[in-house]
């Protein structure tokens, strides 16, 4: 009854759906492409068995790579489907996998939508990262006996509470699903407490980052082209208030360093464009990575208004503030510049990532900065103690290899559902 009514109200707010992907695609044009896809309208996939992997937008897809490439060398004879939320998402499956995979977008958990979409794709397994808990989808796997895993299962306090609200649909919703595999003990206690069975802690993918020499190469010589001397800190992944308290902790840095150069990178391309305003009315003389510009001993801001790039512009930088956590948001992966041994700086709202940060912070990798203020004099202390800052990126790059390994238990755990349904299928169940 419960999932009749959810049905229901998805069809009745479908239209105003689609009135915001029109309001949204105003900043950015993809919202208002290949829309059929978000019905299932999807063009003939290749006759072979098919893997399918759902990652909601940017983070989710560089986590969920790794697992997707291991599963490719694992499993030759299928076609491997991603789908993804957001057009961000959708030019990071592209970037990052080319046409090893197929990609569409995941379609609106509509019955006779989601029905379409698993008629046409037949995948033998749905894997879904994170928090993606969507009630007539899994039904709809569930009676063409398709495998559900969550994996990389992120479940929030708040998100929990939340998901509490509606109890009865959440537990009929994860009574489909074959494994939960959470990141942390305290998101399997979550998610256990709603009613998933089985749950079991395998790590986070994120800590299986790989980083490229290449990568590590090309950053290195973007910081000499801004100057071998200037010290360089980076505010990434900043939201709507934040590219503000950027500049501004930035005005409270350059009182201190008179050479400092800030990387700016915004979370969205809808917001690159604001920042550049914001950036040519503070005074500031910008490079736009847009334009394929690197900057050079002039430059005071250095905008990264590209997609794909945020992990060149860390291994460019001396300290990196997280964003997304400056604004109720939750934050954003601070395991990226951990990886390259940048110090990390984050606001109070980080609940995104909360174990990870506990693990930073205890190591001495990561420090709370409540506002602009606190954040200009962060970074200006951090910038004038090398041997500190060097200490706490050490410790940070410490942090992520002592928590590698949950690519390797996912991969294991991927295929005893593969295994198990196998079973099934051959004894009719």
Known sequence: MMRLLYGIVLYMITPFVLLRLLWRSRRNPGYRKRIGERFAHIGPLPKRPRLWVHAVSVGEVIAAAPLIRRLLQAHPDHALLVTTTTPTGSAQVRRLLGDSVEHVYLPYDLPHVVARFLDRTRPRLALLMETELWPNLFAACGQRHIPVMVANARLSERSARGYARLRRLVRETLARVTLVAAQDSDSARRFTALGARPV??????????????????????????????????????????????????????????????????????????????????????????????????????????????????YAASDVAFVGGSLVPTGGHNPLEPAALGLPVLTGPYRSNFDAVYEALIEAGAAEVVEDAEALGAAVADLLADAPHRRQAGAAGHAVVLRNRGALARTLEAVGEVLAQAGRRAASGV
């Open 200 to 313: 079991r802690v395998l790590g986070n993918l994120k800590y299986d980052l790989d980083v490229p020499s290449e990568v590590i190469t090309r950053g290195r010589a973007l910081r000499a082209g801004l100057g071998a001397a200037r010290p360089v800190w980076i505010a990434a992944s900043t939201h709507a208030g934040e590219v503000e308290a950027a500049l501004a902790a930035f005005a409270d840095v350059r009182a201190r360093f008179a050479s400092a150069v800030l990387i700016l990178v915004p979370r969205h391309p809808e917001r690159f464009e604001d920042a550049f305003v914001l950036c040519e009315r503070a005074g500031y003389r910008v490079a736009r990575r847009s334009r394929q510009e690197n900057g050079d001993g002039h430059t005071d801001v250095l905008l990264g208004d590209t997609l794909g790039e945020l992990l060149l512009l």
